[in-house]
């Protein structure tokens, strides 16, 4: 009886708490926490932010200046590293994005070029966007960063600007360009002389991040800086 009783009350908990690796599915030991060290092990780590003129500064010569810049991972179609953004973006799975951003924290403080931020910045989705999904994913890696690091979180300090009438007269190009493009400041006066890093989940042609930095360089004595989780070349 009490062996069942034990049995039960392991397999509530296996409910409540599944012990199962997001990356694998095998079944995971005390000290994991969703991914396996094997699993933790595989993941394609870039070691640009120990590197200056790494692919990812590059993607922003001449266009934006920006002190710092990196990715931790390389992404690639159809490995585990997609199969987890895909969890963390559109399946609700918050603690995927969330660990990630701790493994960005711990590893790009390590580097005396992310050293001294005082704080990070979330590149904000359209509210729409962030409603049908429940939160911004760039935030969730913004919370785990800070928590693994101690350095402040901005929220509220920069927001998407929402589609307006006058943009309905434009071409669809230049619209659809237009509304990815544009952002706008909110409480920036904490922002003044502070060394900045702007967080997103991937990089590929950088229009986006530079658009936002862009703005935020508006700020005055702002230095910029830029972190993704993933790298990606496609173009
Ligand atoms: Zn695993």
Known sequence: MRTILLNIARGIDQLFFPRNCAGCGSDLITKEQLLCLGCINNLPVTNFHMHANNPVEKIFWGRLPVRSAASL????????????????????NKEIGYLMGTMMGKTFVESNRFAFLDGLVALPLH????????????????????????????????????????????????????????????????LRHKRILLVDDVVTTGATLEACGQELLRVEGLELNIATMAYTSMR
């Open 127 to 190: 509210k729409s966007r962030e409603r049908r999904r429940g939160y911004n994913q760039a935030a969730i890696l913004c919370e785990g960063f800070s928590a693994a690091t101690g350095i402040n979180f901005y929220r509220d300090v920069i927001v998407r600007a929402a589609y307006t009438e006058t943009q309905t007269q434009k071409g669809r190009l230049e619209r659809w360009q237009n509304i990815e493009g544009r952002f706008a400041l909110r409480n920036s006066e904490k």
């Open 73 to 92: 991972f390389y992404f690639t179609k159809g490995s585990l590293l997609q199969r987890l953004l895909h969890q963390f973006k559109y399946r609700g």
